[in-house]
Nanobody
Framework: QVQVVESGGGLVQPGGSLRLSCVAS????????MAWYRQAPGKQRELVAR???????SVVDSVRGRFTISRDNAINTVYLQMLRLKPEDTAVYYC????????WGKGTLVTVSL
C-alpha cells in the first residue's frame, strides 16, 4: 500500500508560478512511475506530466515549455514546477503512482485568477 500526498497548491495570479510536491511512501520509490494529472471544473481528468523510473519525462502540449516534472528519489518526492500560469491551468492536480498497481493522492487545488 502506497500513500500519496500532494501539496503546494494555492491561488496565484496569471503569469505567476507554483511548485507542487508529491510524497509517495515506500522503499521502492525509485522504481515507481510517477505522473501529475489535473481535473478542471466540468472537465475530464487529463494527464499533465510523467516521469518514469529512468527519469524520462513527458508533458502535455498545453504546458510544454512552462511546466517541468522532476523527482528526488532520496526523499520520495516528485515535483511539478509550474511557470507562467494561465487561468486555464486552474484545476485540482493529482499525483499518480504506477508500481504494482495505481495509487492516487487526494489532490491539491491550483487556482489561477486575478
Amino acid at each position: 500500500q502506497v500513500q500519496v500526498v500532494e501539496s503546494g497548491g494555492g491561488l496565484v495570479q496569471p503569469g505567476g508560478s507554483l511548485r507542487l510536491s508529491c510524497v509517495a511512501s515506500g522503499s521502492d520509490f525509485s522504481l515507481y512511475h510517477m505522473a501529475w494529472y489535473r481535473q478542471a471544473p466540468g472537465k475530464q481528468r487529463e494527464l499533465v506530466a510523467r516521469i518514469n523510473n529512468g527519469l524520462i519525462t513527458s508533458v502535455v502540449d498545453s504546458v510544454r515549455g512552462r511546466f517541468t516534472i522532476s523527482r528526488d528519489n532520496a526523499i520520495n518526492t516528485v515535483y511539478l514546477q509550474m511557470l507562467r500560469l494561465k487561468p486555464e491551468d486552474t484545476a485540482v492536480y493529482y499525483c499518480n503512482v504506477q508500481f504494482d498497481k495505481e495509487y492516487w493522492g487526494k489532490g491539491t487545488l491550483v487556482t489561477v485568477s486575478l
